[in-house]
């Protein structure tokens, strides 16, 4: 399982790539709308900066044409970009036809097998199964990751990834890993509570007391032998 990021915000990129953890990005238009003044194209080549790794960069066209256009230039930005288009059929088409350029695509907003699957065929590098939004209509997000996952085995020529998205939660990760997810990609607060545990915090309180206990005994010990 690896981990990308799911933000434009390059604060939180530069912080949770100290961590060491960061295998890649992805973007979409709202998070870079939530940057106010933000340029798109300065801002992927910053994150690539950051991130040695795949960094999702989405288009907003819904036509394959105007889709692949925007592909193509984004693909100029970086060697890492990799073009995130909508589980549609004009999304397909794109991706088969950046695929013969050599770019690489995310299919974005994936919420059925059939989709999965189709994006495959097209020549996808990733699928992005967006299981939280399922997981609020009742529906088993985590049942579609295992279920695409079941199908990409059973067909060997098949080398999409499977990208578990719309991530709420840290358990969410640890089951798309145990449901077949290849990469999951998070929101930074999701990351931090990830890292996050009370008994933790209190066996750090624990053990700080006593070493802070023992330094006051040799204190006093050396205090009283002077």
């Not at 990005?25 to 910053?46: C, H, W, Y």
């Not at 609020?136 to 080398?159: C, H, P, T, W």
């Amino acid at each position: 399982m690896k981990i990308y990021l799911d933000t434009a915000n390059l604060g939180e990129i530069r912080e949770a790539a100290r961590w060491g953890i960061l295998s890649g990005v992805t973007t979409n238009p709202s998070l870079m709308a939530r940057e106010t003044g933000a340029d798109f194209k300065e801002t992927i080549q910053e994150i690539a900066a950051l991130v040695d790794g795949p960094i999702s960069a989405e288009t907003v066209s819904e036509d394959a044409d105007g889709m692949v256009q925007e592909g193509i230039e984004y693909a100029t930005w970086h060697h890492n970009v990799i073009i995130k288009v909508p589980s549609t059929t004009d999304g397909l088409e794109a991706v088969s036809r950046l695929g013969r350029r050599g770019i690489r695509c995310n299919v974005t907003l994936c919420f059925s097998t059939s989709q999965a699957l189709m994006a495959a065929l097209a020549g996808a590098f990733v699928v992005s199964p967006f299981i939280g939004r399922l997981d609020d209509l009742s529906q088993d997000g985590m049942e579609l990751i295992r279920e695409i996952a079941a199908v990409f085995e059973q067909n060997s020529e098949i080398r999409t990834r499977i990208l578990a998205a719309s991530i709420r939660h840290p358990r969410h990760v640890v089951e798309a890993a145990l449901a077949g997810a290849h990469i999951a990609t998070c929101p930074f607060k999701v990351l931090k509570k990830g890292m996050r545990h009370p008994l933790t915090d209190k066996g750090m309180a624990s053990f700080l007391a006593d070493w802070r206990a023992r330094e006051v005994d040799m204190a006093l010990a050396g205090a009283s032998s002077g």
